[in-house]
């Protein structure tokens, strides 16, 4: 079973992601979160094993946050959520498993999902 963080500073976002993936079997939303100062705190309280992680979540430098969650917990999956496409380079050199367009379909996101499913 994943437990996803949905951690987006959208609240549109965050609802959009929780009504997609509550309807997948083998994944349950384990907490949201809309800024990066709680994040840390929130995956490990809650055992996430995944974070669906908006490049842009106000609080904290991006890279510096995955490291920090990295050193926590090496097992965590992240997946990077931009609506930027460009940055996808910068999300997989930080270290975050995959990275995804916001503007892609959710065919997309459900895929990488599966693929970590598959890993765990």
Do not use: Y
């Not at 997948?24 to 939303?29: F, K, R, T």
């Not at 510096?64 to 999300?91: C, F, K, M, W, Y």
Request: negative net charge.
């Amino acid at each position: 079973m994943l437990r996803i963080v949905l951690a987006d500073r959208q609240e549109n976002v965050r609802s959009a992601l929780r009504l997609l993936l509550e309807q997948e079997a083998g994944m349950s939303i384990a907490a949201e979160v809309d800024d990066a100062r709680n994040l840390l705190d929130t995956a490990l309280s809650t055992q996430a094993n995944l974070i669906l992680l908006d490049w842009n979540l106000p609080g904290a430098d991006t890279a510096q946050l995955i490291a920090d969650l990295r050193a926590t917990d090496p097992g965590i999956h992240i997946i990077a959520l931009s609506g930027r496409p460009e940055v996808a380079s910068s999300a997989l050199c930080a270290g975050c498993n995959a990275f995804v367009s916001k503007g892609d379909p959710p065919e997309t996101l459900l895929a990488a999902l599966e693929a970590i499913q598959q890993i765990n």
